[in-house]
């Protein structure tokens, strides 16, 4: 059984005092105390993020590791072994293009699929959400003159698209909407902060949130313009009891 938990935002790396969303995705791993790999390539490896990672770790039952593409080399037999014996993938925010370049050369993209194949989640937010999909709205490219967000290709392991930080980002809503309309992106998904997304064997489950007010859209192109439908949304729960709202 495969299953992925994609965060719109939230999680450690933005909300340091709410361990819900990371909680939620520690709870598909199938062990109690799930070996939990951080992977932080779209920043560049950045120690400050890293430091983070294994700060918010010390609240939950986990064995947390980190895997550095720029910091630690290794051998690609080595590096796939290292990954399949995790039960949790989690992979950072930062620049999405950055991250699918540099794994494509690695090869990584092979690994995961492999390891989702075996049972290990893979779980992110920001970039780490969108590498999962097929595409996504990314801004990547702003730091090098792009005045619009852009979209940029992900794995596929998910169908259709997504866009993360729905409502925590003034031109977010209005960009994805733009690339959906003009077909550069497929019809997808958008979570706000504090959402998660889960999917079962490339299927879409529930959304779930840790703030009252969180929501997901589905959004598509009909006819000439696009349109939302709300998502079902529950309420993460400390004694994992989702309650509908």
């Keep these: 059984m495969s299953r992925i938990v994609a965060l719109g935002g939230g999680g450690f790396a933005m909300e ?29 490896d950045s120690r400050e993020y890293i430091g983070r990672f294994y700060t918010a770790m010390e609240k939950h039952n986990a064995v947390p590791s980190e895997l550095s593409l720029y910091r630690i080399p290794t051998k690609r037999k080595e590096l796939e072994r290292y990954i399949l014996e995790k039960d ?7 620049n999405t293009f950055n991250l699918m370049a540099l794994w494509q050369t690695w090869g990584l993209h092979s690994m995961l699929r492999n390891a989702l194949k075996q049972g290990v989640v893979l779980a992110g937010m920001s970039a780490g959400a969108i590498c999962w999909y097929e595409s996504g709205v990314t801004d990547s490219f702003v730091s090098l003159g792009s005045k619009t967000l852009d979209a940029v290709r992900g794995l596929g392991f998910l169908k259709r698209s997504h866009c993360p930080h729905y409502n925590g980002e003034a031109n977010r809503r209005s960009q994805y909407h733009r690339l959906i309309k003009n077909g550069e992106l497929e019809n997808g998904i958008a979570a706000e902060d504090g959402v998660g ?18 929501r997901a859209f589905f959004v598509e192109k009909v006819s000439y313009k696009v349109v939302e439908v709300l998502s079902t949304l529950a309420l993460f ?9």
């Design 197 to 214: 997304l889960f999917y079962e064997n490339g299927k879409f489950v529930e959304a779930v949130s840790s703030r009252a007010d969180g």
């Design 16 to 44: 340091e005092n709410n361990i819900l969303p990371d909680e939620y995705i520690f709870q598909k791993a199938k062990s109690d105390k799930p070996k939990v790999c951080f992977i932080a390539t779209a920043s560049g």
């Design 88 to 94: 949790v993938i989690y992979v950072g925010g930062g």
């Design 237 to 245: 729960d400390r004694k994992k009891i989702l309650r509908l709202l």
